[in-house]
Antibody, heavy 120, light 106 residues
Framework: EVQLVESGGVVIQPGGSLRLSCVASGFTFDDYAMHWVRQAPGKGLEWVSLIGWTGSDTYYADSVKGRFTISRDNRRNSLYLQMNSLGPEDTAFYYC?????????????WGQGTLVTVSS | DIQMTQSPSSLSASVGDRITITCRASQGIGNSLAWFQQKPGKAPKSLIYAASNLHSGVPSKFSGSGSGTDFTLTISSLQPEDFAIYYCQQYSRYPLTFGGGTKVEI
């Protein structure tokens, strides 16, 4: 069974930094690209970032480019999102998403999400 | 960026009804269109990809159609577990973008 478990969400002050983690199980992690998607409370979905299976290819939404860094550790079956210079607009549930085996852009499995709240 | 517009933003329906949700892309995306279902307090669930292909385990009461800029999600015979928010998403170009959602209420 595919499982994606996010962690690291906390209440943090504006300007702060935070690293989210996602531990994957039930599939061969290094066969897949991985995404982060976020959702502000009561709002819609926003794609954040993609990392290729080797970790060398990364893509970001303009809203986070230069502030967030996606990475992965295939030995630990883990995906990360380093978030710097956080602002209230970054308050959201952050979901780890595994795409299909065939297309990196077809979302298949979602984690349960972890909540980041940026507030003073 | 490609803008995705869903309509309606909400709809009221009854158990047993057939409903259709529309999604329009601001430019042609071929069939690179997905649909997701989200229930309160839960993560989204993937329903459909490539405009009309059901993900594994998704019941056949869900169906999708369309290509280019106009797409639809149809749910035949609504059941209580189908009341949720539905989102479309284009994956033709980065950044991947979602529609604003359609809330299906009793």
């Amino acid at each position: 069974e595919v499982q994606l478990v996010e962690s690291g969400g906390v209440v943090i002050q504006p300007g702060g930094s935070l690293r989210l983690s996602c531990v994957a199980s039930g599939f061969t992690f290094d066969d897949y690209a991985m995404h982060w998607v976020r959702q502000a409370p009561g709002k819609g979905l926003e794609w954040v970032s993609l990392i290729g299976w080797t970790g060398s290819d990364t893509y970001y939404a303009d809203s986070v480019k230069g502030r967030f860094t996606i990475s992965r550790d295939n030995r630990r079956n883990s995906l990360y999102l380093q978030m710097n210079s956080l602002g209230p607009e970054d308050t959201a549930f952050y979901y780890c998403v595994r795409p299909s085996a065939t297309y990196n852009e077809v979302f298949d499995y979602w984690g349960q999400g972890t909540l980041v709240t940026v507030s003073s | 960026d490609i803008q995705m517009t869903q309509s309606p933003s909400s709809l009221s329906a009854s158990v047993g009804d057939r409903i259709t949700i529309t999604c329009r892309a601001s430019q042609g995306i071929g069939n690179s269109l997905a649909w997701f279902q989200q229930k309160p307090g839960k993560a989204p669930k993937s329903l459909i990809y490539a405009a009309s292909n059901l993900h594994s385990g998704v019941p056949s009461k869900f169906s999708g159609s369309g290509s280019g800029t106009d797409f639809t999600l149809t749910i035949s015979s609504l059941q209580p577990e189908d009341f949720a928010i539905y989102y479309c998403q284009q994956y033709s170009r980065y950044p991947l973008t979602f529609g604003g959602g359609t809330k299906v209420e009793i």
